[in-house]
């Protein structure tokens, strides 16, 4: 019994060992150009790539261009009314959908035309394309990726896709607290809203204050700790006490005290989330430089009299950038779950705007005859923290393996 | 041993003050002060400005921070304005129905977490180790507020079982003690359930990878040569040391706990230091929303605290080191 665990383990052991270094199976010399696969591909966008042999990318490019395809199809009515008389956000999605469209057609072209003949390089690779070879063999994380993009885009496209307007009621008094039906998806609220609808424009506001929040955040953790971790001695002991002082406030409590202090609104949201939560890339970041600065390439550019910024900016940050990008995304979900989580207490987004955190709180009231309300916003919070958390972990996996937990 | 803990809570005394000295300037950065909500059209100016004396307003910022400080080190919170009492009877009534919400959520979130991640790691790449990673991935993506509401929608309205709000039943006095306790253990294991699932969550995925890279050492080897059983070479040998690394995150766990108690105290009803806050900021209470914050950052920081003396406990290396630098 114990041999065979010792000897599992240590197959594991080997098997792990051996498995990220697993050769590339594709022939190395490119295709011949196929004219057939190229009127294939511009007919249907995709399908010539899989006619000759190259079923991934094809099966992705088929897969984006029926969405896009559907999407326009079932909006024509308002394409045209776009075309009259449409707002920003109608020209918006409008462009979106055009772009997603050629982009795709462009792309199923251009991979059987050109990218199939060419042979795979194999030596001279840079430190990117090595983690973006391993990112896209990790399916989790691609499927991340493949949510993401779509969420994103479906914020873009709302008013395309949306059945009503967010804000639409209707015939309150018939139509609210319907279940989910033909006419409303997932149902109505109890003004009579469709909560399809309103969780397509949630999106957009979840999205969008995670996205801009997180850049503010992370900005401001990578400027401090390479302060900290270059300059050492009393600034980094400086940023260290503050760091500590900090982390001693829970986040939400600070949160819920700054925006206590002024009136709740959506800058002010995205203000203190971004001006809070930023310590934890600070302290990776602080780490990152306290050694890169003792490299022989940071003493060559101060030998050259390069000034502390140019070398910090120029020279040492691109090399952090690794982690960075893995902290910004680990980090937006729990922005979109601290915002959620806020709108829900009534102190983030203000209604009527729509936020999946106050849309979880109107089912409140309802929870017993409208199960719906309260349901659906919250398992798109789930859906979208999932979708960037696998995408962080595959992104920390492919670009920084050491950090794997 | 008593020097570390003694320099460990030496070293947690200027950050308690520097969290303290970051409210009160929040407060102050805040437009306007206490004595706004009175200004009206049929209040004389004057009697704002006495007010503003009165209330020692009108004195420098510096000189009002010591005031305020020293008044916080005796414990003297100020009076809340909703309730009409001293604020440190409130947070006298409050802070050990949050400490107690959270104390189980901890357990929960060691002992689940803890064991499932044993569980995977003893049978890797099993069925049960993918579904373990699965849903505790889930788990630690899911809204606390919303997966309580869940829990309610479907344990207390549903079927029953649990009930959906409150400490208590409504006729707790008048049931016997042996009732009263099932009757507050009922009451409470929702509400830490929601809190603390996230949390689990991440622990038993820190658990898994620790318990494996313990697994393939030599002492679990040796150990197993030895003729030991199973059993203890797993929850003996191998789970001390990988519980060491968990204990560290325990501590780093607190703030997120603390801030999770808000949404769940509100949602159960629960009356915790979470939920006054939430009603205090909605009733513009302000003097009880600092005085609250402060506790709950000395709250965090003492945890914090006994998290790292546990640490010392555990792992004696961390003392060594400590004292060598």
């Known amino acids: ?405 | 041993m008593t020097g570390y803990i003694l320099k460990r809570t030496l070293q947690s005394i200027p950050i308690l003050l520097g969290a303290s000295t970051l409210i009160f300037f929040l407060m102050h950065a805040a437009p306007g002060d206490p004595t706004s909500i009175y200004l009206r059209p049929d209040i004389d100016p004057a009697v704002i400005e006495q007010m503003r004396k009165n209330l020692g307003l009108d004195q420098p910022v510096h000189v009002q921070y010591v005031k305020w400080l020293s008044s916080f080190a005796r414990g003297d919170f100020g009076y809340s304005f909703s309730q009409k009492r001293p604020i440190i009877d409130i947070i006298k009534d409050t802070l050990p129905n949050t400490i107690l919400l959270s104390g189980i959520a901890l357990v929960i979130i060691f002992s689940l977490g803890v064991l499932i991640g044993t569980i995977q790691a003893v049978r890797q790449y099993s069925w049960i180790d993918n579904l373990a990673t699965v849903l505790a991935f889930f788990f630690y993506s899911m809204p606390s507020f919303w997966f309580g509401l869940m829990l309610i929608l479907l344990l207390s309205y549903k079927f029953q079982w649990l009930p959906a709000s409150q400490m208590t039943s409504v006729n707790f006095e008048f049931i016997s003690v042996g009732k009263q306790w099932v009757d507050r253990l009922m009451h409470l294991i929702m509400p830490a359930a929601a809190l603390g699932i996230g949390s689990a969550a991440s622990v038993a995925r820190y658990m898994r990878s620790g318990m494996l890279e313990q697994i393939r050492q030599d002492y679990v080897r040796t150990a197993r040569a030895k003729g030991l059983s199973e059993r203890v070479v797993i929850f003996k040998h191998a789970m001390r040391n990988a519980l060491i690394p968990v204990i560290t995150l325990l501590g780093l766990s607190l703030p997120f706990l603390v801030g999770g108690a808000v949404l769940i105290e509100t949602i159960f009803a629960w009356p915790g230091m979470g939920r006054l806050i939430i009603q205090a900021i909605f009733q513009r209470d302000y003097p009880v929303v600092l005085a609250s914050a402060f506790v709950l950052s000395i709250t965090v920081i003492i945890g914090n605290l006994l998290a790292d003396i546990l640490y010392s406990v555990v792992d004696p290396r961390v003392r060594v080191e400590e004292s060598e630098t």
């Open chain 1, 1 to 405: 019994m114990a041999r065979d665990e010792i000897a599992h383990s240590m197959g594991d052991a080997l098997r792990e060992a051996a498995e990220p270094e697993r050769p590339v199976t594709r022939s190395t010399t490119g295709q011949a150009r196929k004219p057939w696969a190229i009127a294939l591909s511009a007919l249907v966008p995709g399908l010539g790539s899989m006619a000759i042999g190259r079923r991934a990318v094809g099966g992705w490019i088929l897969g984006i261009w029926a969405i896009a395809f559907t999407t326009l199809a079932i909006s024509t009515e308002d394409v045209s009314r776009t075309l009259s008389a449409g707002g920003v956000g109608d020209w918006l999605a409008l462009i979106t959908l055009a772009i997603t469209l050629i982009g795709v057609w462009v792309w199923g072209i251009l991979d059987v035309a050109v990218v199939a003949t060419k042979p795979i390089k194999r030596v001279g690779v840079s430190q990117w394309r090595i983690a973006g070879r391993r990112f896209r063999k990790n399916r989790l994380a691609m499927a991340g990726l493949a949510i993401m993009v779509l969420l994103y885009w479906v914020t873009l496209l709302a008013p395309f896709l949306a059945p009503y307007d967010p804000n639409f009621q209707g015939n309150i008094v018939l139509n609210r607290y319907q279940p989910p039906s033909m006419q409303h998806f997932l149902g109505t609220d109890k003004f009579g809203r469709d909560i399809f609808t309103r969780i397509l424009y949630g999106a957009r506001i979840s999205l969008t204050i995670g996205f801009i929040a997180i850049v503010i955040s992370v900005t401001l953790g990578t400027l401090v700790g390479a302060m900290a971790g270059y300059f050492r001695g009393w600034v980094d002991t400086a940023i260290a006490r503050f760091i500590d002082m900090l982390l001693s406030i829970p986040r939400l409590i600070l949160l819920l005290v700054i925006i206590a202090m002024f009136e709740p609104n959506i800058f002010l949201l995205v203000a203190a989330l971004g001006l809070t939560g930023w310590e934890g890339s600070a302290r990776i970041v602080r780490g990152q430089f306290l050694s890169l600065r003792e490299q022989e390439f940071v003493q060559a550019s101060r030998a050259l009299g390069y000034s502390d910024w140019r070398i910090i900016l120029r020279h040492i940050l691109p090399n952090t950038l690794a982690p960075i990008i893995v902290i910004a995304t680990l980090g937006i979900g729990n922005v979109i779950l601290l915002e959620a989580g806020l709108s829900f207490l009534g102190l983030g987004v203000q209604p009527p705007t729509a936020s999946w955190g106050s849309m979880v709180n109107d089912g409140r009231d309802a929870m017993i005859t409208a199960w719906w309300i309260s349901t659906y916003p919250g398992l798109a919070i789930v859906l979208t923290v999932v979708a960037f958390n696998l995408l962080g972990d595959g992104l920390r996996d492919a670009l920084d393996p050491r950090l794997r937990t």
